[in-house]
């Protein structure tokens, strides 16, 4: 057995590879989880979900891939602080785009007469969430790439979990905003 020793510069260079495997992986959980989530609470499968989840499952691939083409731009710089912190910029980001993403992908898809009523300025205010997330697996990024970890595996396990809790963070709190502001009509 051998034991390859990546190079802070070999690493760079697969990023795009390493993100669009990564964003595969959460792109497959996306509707494997939603789909056992929304069998099990309906027991029947309804077709009009399907657009907005399986785009996103598509996605998630490009997500990581742009992802990683922009932190292997990260490489050049000399400065580890300036380095950990573009790393979360970046993340940060690429969570927000992907929030944006799968707002507009619903809206799009299933609720395209949201935009019709007064209320559309305050739906996209809960996507504030997904900054937080982006910082959060930055910093997971920059821990394992420092471990010994599969950082591929890793990665891609702390994606998944921190995509599902912030999405049920940005659903509690849409469900909020709709509450307030239908109780005001």
């Known amino acids: 057995m051998t034991t390859r020793k990546d190079t802070t510069e070999q690493h760079y260079y697969r990023a795009p ?9 959460v792109g497959a959980a996306w509707p494997t989880v939603f789909g056992i989530l929304h069998v099990r ?3 029947v499968l309804a077709p ?6 399986f785009t996103m499952s598509l996605i998630f691939p490009l997500i990581g891939w742009l992802t ?8 050049t710089c000399e400065d580890p602080k300036k380095r950990r912190l573009k790393t979360k910029i970046i993340g ?3 969570a927000t ?15 395209d007469d949201l935009l019709l009523n007064i209320k559309a300025a305050i739906h996209p205010l809960p996507l504030a969430v997904f900054p ?15 471990s010994k970890t599969p950082f591929i595996l890793s990665m891609g396990i702390a994606s998944v979990i921190i995509l599902f809790i912030t999405v049920a963070v940005w659903f509690y709190i849409f469900g909020i905003t709709e509450l307030s502001l239908s109780s005001h009509s």
């Not at 009009?48 to 989840?53: A, I, S």
């Not at 083409?69 to 490489?75: A, D, I, N, Q, S």
């Not at 799968?102 to 299933?110: E, I, N, P, W």
Request: proline share 3%; hydrophobic share 50%.
């Open 48 to 53: 009009k979900e399907y657009p907005p989840v």
């Open 132 to 146: 937080c997330a982006g910082l959060a697996l930055s910093d997971i990024g920059i821990r394992l790439k420092n």
């Open 92 to 94: 940060a980001a690429m």
């Open 97 to 111: 785009f992907a929030g944006i993403l799968m707002f507009s992908t619903r809206l799009a898809l299933v609720d």
């Open 68 to 75: 990683g083409l922009w932190e292997r731009k990260v490489y």
């Open 17 to 25: 590879l390493n993100g669009l495997i990564i964003g595969t992986i």
């Open 41 to 43: 609470e309906t027991l």
